[in-house]
């Protein structure tokens, strides 16, 4: 059975700085690993998705690394502005058919 | 950009009344699913629907829930008989295929049963 855990929880940071959330799951047979932003009350916001051929995946200021082997993937987020304050979520598709298993996901507040 | 849309944002309905949620799906993708976080909990999956039927459904959906594309473009999911633990953040999502390709959400219908 995938279980996905993400480390830490929360994590508060003044503005500027970069920083790193963590995502790990149990099972590494994963096909690919999706990071979401969701702002509080808010739906799912698709950031980065990599596949298990892939090593990492950038877009802007993220940064998706992945280790398959380890069973971790890492999100790096360069020069951290207040509107990056969110809960930031990993998943991986269970089977064949696509069903995710979220992560508890990090809450992620940047000060001004 | 394409995206996922759901309707209604927000909805209050009292225990036992049925209530239906509504999603568009972006138009050329072919797998759909429900999802749903109560608050404070992981996002968890319902079920989810490719050629017209149910591919896989979790533990949660049952014989209460129920999920129909009418048309070519909706996607619902029915409640039958609200129970006072269905309240949660409902999301609809939907990908162009399966396991290999990105699954975009919608922006969430929050349900209470009073």
């Known amino acids: 059975k995938q279980e996905v855990t993400q480390i830490p929880a929360a994590l508060s940071v003044p503005e500027g700085e970069n920083l790193v959330l963590n995502c790990s799951f149990t099972d590494s047979a994963i096909y690919n690993l999706q990071w979401f932003r969701q702002d509080p009350g808010k739906g799912l916001t698709s950031l980065l998705l990599?596949?298990?051929?892939?090593r990492e995946q950038t877009s802007g200021r993220l940064n998706a690394s992945l280790d398959k082997s380890s069973g971790r993937s890492t999100l790096y987020i360069a020069a951290s502005q207040p509107g990056d304050s969110a809960t930031y979520l990993c998943?991986?598709?269970?089977?064949?058919?696509?069903?995710?298993?979220f992560g508890q996901g990090t809450e992620l507040s940047v000060k001004p | 950009e394409p995206e996922v849309t759901q309707t209604p944002s927000h909805q209050v309905t009292q225990m036992g009344q049925e209530v239906i949620l509504r999603c568009v799906p972006i138009s050329n993708h072919l797998y759909f699913y429900w999802y749903r976080q109560i608050l404070g909990q992981k996002v968890e999956f319902l079920v989810s629907f490719y050629n017209n039927e149910i591919s896989e459904k979790s533990e949660i959906f049952d014989d209460q829930f129920s999920v129909e594309r009418p048309d070519g473009s909706n996607f619902t999911l029915k409640i039958r008989s609200t129970k006072l633990e269905d309240s949660a953040m409902y999301f609809c999502?939907?990908?162009?295929?399966?396991?290999?390709?990105?699954?975009?959400f919608g922006q969430g219908t929050r349900l209470t049963v009073v």
């Open positions: 990599i596949q298990s051929s892939q």
């Open positions: 998943a991986v598709p269970y089977n064949q058919g696509g069903k995710l298993i």
């Open positions: 999502a939907s990908s162009e295929w399966d396991r290999n390709t990105e699954a975009f």
